[in-house]
């Protein structure tokens, strides 16, 4: 395996993720790079995107086969601390080799709850640390000190005696990598930036710069807030100070915003000063408090169809200060190896309808239907994965659009943020807030495929929002050109998924992954790549709850899709 420098890379026999590269329109900033090679990577990128697997009806509940059960997950802590000392066996039999020491150490089994001053508080005992990536979701990190001989001793100590982090013990070893790779000043280890780069994994809810500014203002002074959603949601914080961003790198990194949702991972930014145009919940310089968009041009404006702006919307979308949360007692920010005040106020989540002033709406609107191949069950296909639906109604005055009734205010603004503007059927569709707050279903007429223009989702198991543990195990994703698919019998191979495709008049997969399961499990899942984003949402849309029938089964196989993490195989 290489060691060429990589923020991300695994070490041998561990994990791997394909490299990404996220681009803004000023800066292109170099994400983690990492190797896509393992099993167990696979693996942990299964749990983490399927929402949790519903048995079907006369299957038997098996919890072993269910993925990130306590029993798999010491299983693999179990294997990796003991290829760590050289001991080891990798499931082909082979020996474990040792790792070549590097002042790079890879920790593993950290709670939850860690952020990273956790690890530089437990971790400094042994040498001056330069650099920290958490991996939140792995609850993993790489910790970079000054010298090799910091990270022999961190490695050593770790082997002899348990080491706690935030309460927990966890476990060490060699990275593959000789050094971590920063955005900003790659030769000069312990140089830092101003701005940071925070990505927020799993938004549950609305990110906008008032949340942030109310989550980082406590710890420095922001100077500006960029947003934006190219990849996911992330945004750069700019500070007025290089130590005001390294404490609240610090204290912040690998938080949740809110509980179990919206956590970050920090890194710093490649630009030393933010450029903002306009204030508003994407952007904010708060040195210019009444910055406002730039008029473009004199001319005669061309005549809007629908207006200024959704009626659903205030002019400026901004309403009242949102109250806030005072921190709990036991919150990951208090922490004392930092300069951090005892308490960090943040704010309640809020959809985006609510900052207008106008009454929040758990109904959303779509236009932009194709007539012929969308109705309400490939609408509810597509939808689900950002909340749960309850009735979908297509609506006769207005051909090609459709109201859709999702379980809360939130769900609907994750529709939106992830799916306004995409493609679907070669149509573009348009997703905002609908003014209505209910969907009747009246005036219910038969959709071109021979459908109901209306039909009720609401007692349907293929939601999947439905409890607080199946919701906790979605990851909001937008989506890609990888699909992640679970729930399906063993028997099904490449070649069947691939003649399902056919059989629809879908375009078919380009490279597919099937994951290892334990032979006791009764599902399979695996990822799908497709040529386009567009395809892999046709497919979704189509494909998505499928009913898989297998000789001699005595109920159908429920095939689930969402859309994967990785941007390619």
Same mark, same amino acid.
């Given at each position: 395996?290489?060691?060429?420098?990589?923020?991300?890379?695994?070490?041998?026999?561990?994990?791997?993720?394909?490299?990404?590269?996220?681009?803004?329109?000023?800066?292109?900033?170099?994400?983690?790079?990492?190797?896509?090679?393992?099993?167990?990577?696979?693996?942990?990128?299964?749990?983490?995107?399927?929402?949790?697997?519903?048995?079907?009806?006369?299957?038997?509940?098996?919890?072993?086969?269910?993925?990130?059960?306590?029993?798999?997950?010491?299983?693999?802590?179990?294997?990796?601390?003991?290829?760590?000392?050289?001991?080891?066996?990798?499931?082909?039999?082979?020996?474990?080799?040792?790792?070549?020491?590097?002042?790079?150490?890879?920790?593993?089994?950290?709670?939850?709850?860690?952020?990273?001053?956790?690890?530089?508080?437990?971790?400094?005992?042994?040498?001056?640390?330069?650099?920290?990536?958490?991996?939140?979701?792995?609850?993993?990190?790489?910790?970079?000190?000054?010298?090799?001989?910091?990270?022999?001793?961190?490695?050593?100590?770790?082997?002899?005696?348990?080491?706690?982090?935030?309460?927990?013990?966890?476990?060490?070893?060699?990275?593959?990598?000789?050094?971590?790779?920063?955005?900003?000043?790659?030769?000069?280890?312990?140089?830092?930036?101003?701005?940071?780069?925070?990505?927020?994994?799993?938004?549950?809810?609305?990110?906008?710069?008032?949340?942030?500014?109310?989550?980082?203002?406590?710890?420095?002074?922001?100077?500006?807030?960029?947003?934006?959603?190219?990849?996911?949601?992330?945004?750069?914080?700019?500070?007025?100070?290089?130590?005001?961003?390294?404490?609240?790198?610090?204290?912040?990194?690998?938080?949740?915003?809110?509980?179990?949702?919206?956590?970050?991972?920090?890194?710093?930014? *490649?630009?030393?000063?933010?450029?903002?145009?306009?204030? =508003?919940?994407? @952007?904010?310089?708060?040195?210019?408090?009444?910055?406002?968009?730039?008029?473009?041009?004199?001319?005669?404006?061309?005549?809007?169809?629908?207006?200024?702006?959704?009626?659903?919307?205030?002019?400026?979308?901004?309403?009242?200060?949102?109250?806030?949360?005072?921190?709990?007692?036991?919150?990951?920010?208090?922490?004392?190896?930092?300069?951090?005040?005892?308490?960090?106020?943040?704010?309640?989540?809020?959809?985006?309808?609510?900052?207008?002033?106008?009454?929040?709406?758990?109904?959303?609107?779509?236009?932009?239907?194709?007539?012929?191949?969308?109705?309400?069950?490939?609408?509810?296909?597509?939808?689900?994965?950002?909340?749960?639906?309850?009735?979908?109604?297509?609506?006769?005055?207005?051909?090609?659009?459709?109201?859709?009734?999702?379980? =809360?205010?939130?769900?609907?603004?994750?529709?939106?943020?992830?799916?306004?503007?995409?493609?679907?059927?070669?149509?573009?569709?348009?997703?905002?807030?609908?003014?209505?707050?209910?969907?009747?279903?009246?005036?219910?007429?038969?959709?071109?495929?021979?459908?109901?223009?209306?039909?009720?989702?609401?007692?349907?198991?293929?939601?999947?929002?439905?409890?607080?543990?199946?919701?906790?195990?979605?990851?909001?994703?937008?989506?890609?050109?990888?699909?992640?698919?679970?729930?399906?019998?063993?028997?099904?191979?490449?070649?069947?998924?691939?003649?399902?495709?056919?059989?629809?008049?879908?375009?078919?997969?380009?490279?597919?992954?099937?994951?290892?399961?334990?032979? @006791?499990?009764?599902?399979?899942?695996?990822?799908?790549?497709?040529?386009?984003?567009?395809?892999?949402?046709?497919?979704?849309?189509?494909?998505?709850?499928?009913?898989? *029938?297998?000789?001699?089964?005595?109920?159908?196989?429920?095939?689930?899709?969402?859309? @994967?993490?990785?941007?390619?195989?």
């Amino acid at each position: 395996m290489s060691t060429a420098e990589g923020a991300g890379q695994r070490e041998e026999g561990e994990y791997g993720r394909a490299a990404k590269r996220l681009k803004t329109e000023d800066t292109e900033t170099e994400t983690e790079t990492e190797e896509t090679e393992e099993r167990e990577e696979r693996e942990e990128r299964e749990e983490r995107e399927e929402g949790e697997e519903e048995l079907e009806e006369g299957e038997d509940s098996d919890s072993g086969s269910l993925p990130g059960n306590g029993e798999a997950a010491t299983d693999n802590r179990a294997r990796w601390s003991a290829s760590q000392f050289g001991a080891g066996r990798r499931d082909n039999g082979e020996d474990s080799h040792r790792i070549s020491p590097s002042p790079v150490v890879h920790v593993r089994g950290l709670c939850e709850a860690v952020v990273e001053a956790d690890l530089i508080d437990a971790l400094d005992k042994f040498g001056s640390i330069c650099y920290v990536m958490m991996m939140p979701f792995k609850r993993q990190a790489l910790v970079e000190f000054s010298a090799v001989e910091s990270a022999d001793r961190c490695v050593s100590c770790g082997a002899k005696e348990p080491v706690y982090i935030a309460g927990q013990q966890a476990y060490f070893n060699y990275s593959t990598s000789k050094r971590i790779t920063r955005p900003t000043n790659a030769d000069n280890p312990n140089s830092g930036n101003k701005v940071l780069l925070l990505s927020i994994q799993n938004p549950l809810y609305p990110i906008t710069t008032d949340v942030l500014y109310t989550v980082c203002n406590p710890i420095g002074s922001v100077l500006r807030i960029v947003i934006f959603k190219r990849n996911g949601i992330q945004a750069m914080v700019e500070f007025d100070s290089v130590q005001c961003a390294q404490k609240a790198k610090a204290a912040l990194n690998g938080a949740d915003i809110y509980a179990g949702c919206c956590t970050l991972k920090i890194e710093y930014a *490649r630009p030393t000063r933010l450029n903002v145009i306009k204030n =508003d919940n994407e @952007s904010w310089d708060y040195t210019k408090p009444y910055l406002v968009r730039r008029d473009r041009g004199k001319g005669r404006q061309r005549q809007a169809i629908l207006g200024e702006h959704p009626s659903s919307y205030s002019d400026n979308g901004y309403g009242p200060p949102c109250p806030l949360l005072p921190l709990p007692s036991n919150s990951r920010y208090k922490l004392t190896s930092v300069d951090v005040p005892d308490m960090v106020s943040y704010p309640l989540p809020q959809s985006s309808s609510s900052y207008s002033g106008h009454a929040p709406s758990s109904v959303a609107m779509v236009s932009g239907l194709h007539p012929s191949k969308m109705n309400c069950i490939r609408i509810f296909n597509l939808f689900c994965l950002y909340g749960n639906i309850e009735k979908v109604k297509f609506m006769k005055s207005v051909p090609g659009t459709a109201l859709v009734e999702m379980g =809360d205010e939130y769900a609907v603004d994750r529709a939106i943020t992830h799916l306004n503007s995409i493609k679907v059927f070669g149509k573009r569709l348009n997703v905002c807030v609908s003014k209505q707050h209910a969907v009747i279903p009246s005036q219910v007429f038969e959709l071109e495929d021979g459908s109901s223009s209306y039909k009720d989702f609401a007692m349907t198991r293929n939601n999947r929002f439905s409890s607080a543990g199946q919701a906790s195990k979605n990851i909001i994703q937008p989506p890609s050109a990888v699909l992640h698919y679970y729930n399906v019998p063993p028997c099904i191979s490449q070649d069947h998924l691939l003649r399902l495709c056919t059989e629809h008049d879908v375009p078919g997969f380009v490279k597919f992954k099937m994951f290892d399961a334990k032979p @006791s499990s009764k599902t399979i899942s695996g990822l799908l790549e497709f040529d386009s984003k567009t395809e892999a949402v046709e497919v979704l849309t189509v494909l998505n709850h499928y009913q898989i *029938r297998i000789p001699n089964g005595s109920n159908p196989y429920t095939l689930k899709l969402c859309f @994967s993490t990785s941007s390619h195989l």
